[in-house]
């Protein structure tokens, strides 16, 4: 049901939209305009239209939603009933079309009634505001930060419980000493309780001491969220619980705060310790928040920093995990080499099933102190586009699709620098030195450069590249088509010069320019049978009902039809060697594949009793109305071989004028002879005859001798395997004594058969006549058996 709020999907592992849909959080943290970083929020300095045209820049670089902060001064204007600035970044956000995520406190309060009074303000100021998306009540909470505060009642870590258990290492005079001066314990402390800060801390370093040596035991593969759960952590658990005991002292009040005044919308704490994260408490919160800053560009670190919140969801199942803040630093990193490896952090946190991730940040900053946190943007100071900026457009498209995480990110370990290729179904992104990709899409240029190849709404391609370079589509291996018929390639509404190779395009690309590849208007589909199910799993001569599914795609394609294409699709079946008609009309429905929804064609409780006779066999085949089609053929029986029949017997000729062409025939295929009366295994061509007859008669049809007789065009039809068909021979019309006519087609492939699986199948069609063929087959073994379907490429969202 559709709410007003930002909501959690009903397996907890998503956000859906206020209407419902599922969406991945596309995070950029923001902190005011590069010129006024963190001061932004100053009276001389705060900029209401500047902070929406940055809204509009992360929205249009592909962000959703900005992770924002409460700062110092609005402390001193928000509690005293002074809304203007708040209001106006709300506004700013609401305008430029992206959620907000609000930090609250980003600036020191002593009392912990005093945070929820705050939070609880700012949440009762924009209850059921559908552009928030949810709390942050603090961002990186640190252990003083939470035990150095003014609680209602003493918090676990502060009692003397902790000495009972571990032995302190200081007297009560050292550790009060130490509490009083190094330790900043505040001067409302009693001296018992300076003294338990003091084994608290002595207790949180040999914790962390032992969870440091227990990831390095495992090689890495592992956190303190992990460390916590284990039997290793067994000795540390008494501290363990009286951490979660505290920081529950300090949660509670700001949640009942926050629920009270905005129920329903999700809260969350941004950690960036995972001992803390991990903590069980925080399964009180809507969803998890973690921060993780890969200490080096190796593969190896950035999946080490990436397995964190991976456990969290494991931790905490039913709950969304964000990484809402994460980068690397250009002031030492070339910033296309940071670009790949963030977009490799990006692509990972999508494998992984996060619900979002946060790009830290919008600006860089200028020169000044701490280079490292000044190059972390995606635009320099002054509002150059980084790489990192070019790369976010494609990875927002593909990330916010609304599917469920899909597809694999290879890294290279054996490299010093991340290099990455992230490939699924339809799609392939890639980021590396000179020449990246694979056989389906690659780019070539110089220097450090990334490709993504997305598929977009209806039968387009979206084509990206943070480098300029040479790109290469083969569109048989992207998207399975044997042939590349109508399309266009462009670049803002201009053609894209290119060069084409049979379905395989070379076109130049520019860095952050997209291109898209628009296949042509359907105008024909192909309809294939890909199962037949018999109820209950019946064996061919038990069963009596089957269902079959059928998908449309594009000619020679595995892309499905629009999702707007809703044609009557039929069933036809044949028995043996009588013409087929249509026994059932599909039911669409939209199937998964790999989270995507593609439309399908069911036909449920078909009767397939005649099988149970071993000499039957039965033929499958659809027809789409409205529009041209092909279509494969599936065997059902025992032995579906077509050995040689009786022909079957004209009774009756009836002879046709032009202009009294009938509107319907049976057509009958009544030999197929191979050369020189080969057998299956070494003909290779044969040929074949057809007879038309008056619709569910023996007449058998023939031109006029008089005026102008009808001489229909009348087609061969043949399917190799389980492919569609395809008209392959015109009937060459040979009129017999009674004036009735036969239509031969000579020196017909056949060699298809020769191999010991292989099978071709034979129908007739005619034109502007509808036609009820039989079918022949020609195999050593005729019987479709089941096949591995096609994976549809398409989405229906």
């Known amino acids: 049901?559709?709410?007003?709020?930002?909501?959690?999907?009903?397996?907890?592992?998503?956000?859906?939209?206020?209407?419902?849909?599922?969406?991945?959080?596309?995070?950029?943290?923001?902190?005011?305009?590069?010129?006024?970083?963190?001061?932004?929020?100053?009276?001389?300095?705060?900029?209401?239209?500047l902070v929406e045209a940055d809204f509009r820049l992360a929205k249009q670089t592909g962000a959703n939603t900005i992770r924002t902060f409460v700062d110092e001064p609005l402390q001193k204007e928000f509690p005293n009933g002074n809304w203007a600035k708040l209001d106006a970044v709300v506004t700013a956000a609401e305008r430029a079309g992206v959620y907000l995520l609000l930090?609250?406190?980003?600036?020191?309060?002593?009392?912990?009634?005093?945070?929820?009074?705050?939070?609880?303000?700012?949440?009762?100021?924009?209850?059921?505001n559908p552009t928030i998306l949810g709390y942050d009540l603090k961002n990186e909470p640190r252990f003083n930060d939470l035990l150095l505060l003014h609680y209602s009642q003493t918090v676990p870590l502060l009692t003397p419980a902790m000495s009972a258990v571990y032995e302190p290492k200081r007297t009560r005079q050292q550790a009060l000493a130490w509490a009083r001066g190094e330790g900043k314990a505040p001067t409302w402390f009693?001296?018992?309780?300076?003294?338990?800060?003091?084994?608290?801390?002595?207790?949180?370093?040999?914790?962390?001491?032992?969870?440091?040596?227990?990831i390095a035991d495992t090689g890495f593969d592992a956190s303190a969220i992990a460390f916590i759960r284990s039997a290793e952590a067994q000795p540390w658990q008494p501290f363990i619980q009286a951490l979660d005991g505290t920081v529950k002292a300090w949660l509670t009040p700001q949640l009942d705060a926050v629920h009270a005044a905005d129920p329903g919308r999700p809260i969350t704490v941004g950690w960036s310790d995972p001992l803390l994260a991990g903590l069980p408490v925080n399964a009180a919160l809507d969803f998890l928040d973690i921060h993780r800053y890969p200490q080096d560009n190796t593969p190896r670190q950035l999946a080490y920093q990436l397995n964190i919140p991976a456990e969290l969801a494991v931790a905490f199942p039913g709950k969304p995990i964000l990484l809402t803040e994460f980068g690397y630093a250009t002031y030492q990193l070339d910033p296309a080499q940071a670009a790949i490896a963030e977009s490799a952090a990006w692509l990972y946190t999508h494998e992984l099933g996060l619900a979002g991730a946060g790009k830290w940040m919008l600006w860089d900053l200028p020169p000044g102190d701490n280079p490292k946190e000044r190059s972390l943007g995606l635009f320099a100071a002054g509002g150059a586009a980084k790489p990192s900026a070019l790369a976010l457009p494609a990875l927002a498209e593909l990330l916010t699709l609304g599917r469920p995480p899909r597809g694999h990110l290879e890294m290279d370990a054996a490299k010093p620098d991340i290099a990455y290729r992230f490939i699924a179904d339809d799609t392939l992104c890639a980021g590396g030195l000179k020449q990246i990709g694979d056989e389906r899409a690659r780019w070539q240029g110089e220097g450090l450069g990334q490709l993504f190849v997305v598929r977009a709404a209806g039968n387009a391609l979206h084509v990206r590249a943070a480098a300029a370079g040479q790109v290469t589509l083969d569109l048989g291996k992207l998207l399975g088509l044997t042939e590349l018929k109508g399309y266009t390639l462009q670049t803002g509404g201009a053609a894209v010069a290119h060069t084409r190779s049979g379905a395989t395009l070379t076109f130049a690309l520019a860095a952050g320019q997209l291109v898209t590849l628009q296949l042509s208007s359907l105008d024909a589909v192909d309809a294939k049978i890909v199962i037949l199910w018999p109820h209950d799993n019946a064996?061919?001569?038990?069963?009596?009902?089957?269902?079959?599914?059928?998908?449309?795609?594009?000619?020679?394609?595995?892309?499905?039809?629009?999702?707007?294409?809703?044609?009557?699709?039929?069933?036809?079946?044949?028995l043996n060697n009588e013409p087929a008609a249509p026994?059932?009309?599909?039911?669409?429905?939209?199937?998964?594949?790999?989270?995507?929804?593609?439309?399908?064609?069911?036909?449920?409780?078909?009767?397939?009793?005649?099988?149970?006779?071993?000499?039957?066999?039965?033929?499958?085949?659809?027809?789409?109305?409205?529009?041209?089609?092909?279509?494969?053929?599936?065997?059902?029986?025992?032995?579906a071989r077509t050995f040689m029949p009786q022909q079957f017997q004209a009774k009756a000729a009836l002879l046709v004028a032009a202009v009294a062409s009938p509107a319907e025939v049976d057509a009958?295929?009544?030999?197929?002879?191979?050369?020189?009366?080969?057998?299956?295994?070494?003909?290779?061509?044969?040929?074949?005859?057809?007879?038309?007859?008056?619709?569910?008669?023996?007449?058998?049809?023939?031109?006029?001798?008089?005026?102008?007789?009808?001489?229909?065009?009348?087609?061969?039809?043949?399917?190799?395997?389980?492919?569609?068909?395809?008209?392959?021979?015109?009937?060459?019309?040979?009129?017999?004594?009674?004036?009735?006519?036969?239509?031969?087609?000579?020196?017909?492939?056949?060699?298809?058969?020769?191999?010991?699986?292989?099978?071709?199948?034979?129908?007739?069609?005619?034109?502007?006549?509808?036609?009820y063929s039989n079918f022949w087959t020609h195999g050593a073994d005729a019987r479709t058996y089941l096949p591995n379907p096609d994976v549809l490429l398409g989405d229906c969202r």
């Open 190 to 214: 009693t001296d018992d309780q300076a003294v338990a800060y003091a084994l608290a801390r002595e207790l949180l370093d040999a914790c962390n001491g032992a969870i440091s040596k227990w």
């Open 583 to 639: 026994v059932a009309v599909g039911v669409r429905r939209l199937a998964d594949f790999s989270g995507r929804r593609v439309p399908v064609w069911d036909f449920n409780d078909v009767d397939v009793s005649a099988t149970r006779d071993p000499k039957n066999k039965l033929y499958f085949t659809a027809r789409v109305t409205g529009i041209s089609c092909r279509s494969n053929v599936w065997v059902h029986g025992v032995d």
């Open 539 to 574: 064996a061919v001569d038990k069963a009596d009902r089957a269902n079959l599914t059928a998908y449309l795609t594009f000619p020679d394609s595995r892309m499905a039809v629009p999702c707007d294409l809703t044609p009557e699709v039929t069933l036809w079946r044949s």
């Open 103 to 128: 930090a609250f406190a980003d600036y020191n309060l002593s009392y912990v009634k005093t945070q929820a009074n705050h939070a609880g303000l700012i949440a009762a100021r924009y209850g059921g």
């Open 1 to 49: 049901m559709a709410t007003q709020l930002v909501s959690i999907s009903s397996d907890g592992k998503r956000l859906l939209t206020p209407d419902g849909n599922p969406f991945f959080a596309v995070i950029v943290n923001y902190v005011g305009h590069f010129d006024r970083a963190w001061h932004w929020f100053e009276p001389a300095l705060f900029d209401p239209a």
């Open 668 to 771: 009958r295929l009544q030999i197929v002879w191979p050369h020189d009366n080969a057998p299956v295994s070494k003909a290779e061509q044969a040929n074949v005859t057809a007879d038309l007859f008056a619709r569910g008669t023996p007449t058998r049809l023939g031109p006029t001798k008089t005026g102008a007789g009808w001489r229909p065009a009348v087609w061969l039809v043949r399917a190799v395997g389980n492919g569609v068909g395809g008209r392959i021979a015109a009937g060459i019309m040979r009129v017999e004594a009674d004036g009735s006519a036969r239509w031969d087609f000579n020196d017909v492939d056949v060699s298809p058969a020769r191999e010991a699986t292989g099978k071709v199948h034979f129908w007739v069609e005619v034109d502007g006549v509808r036609t």
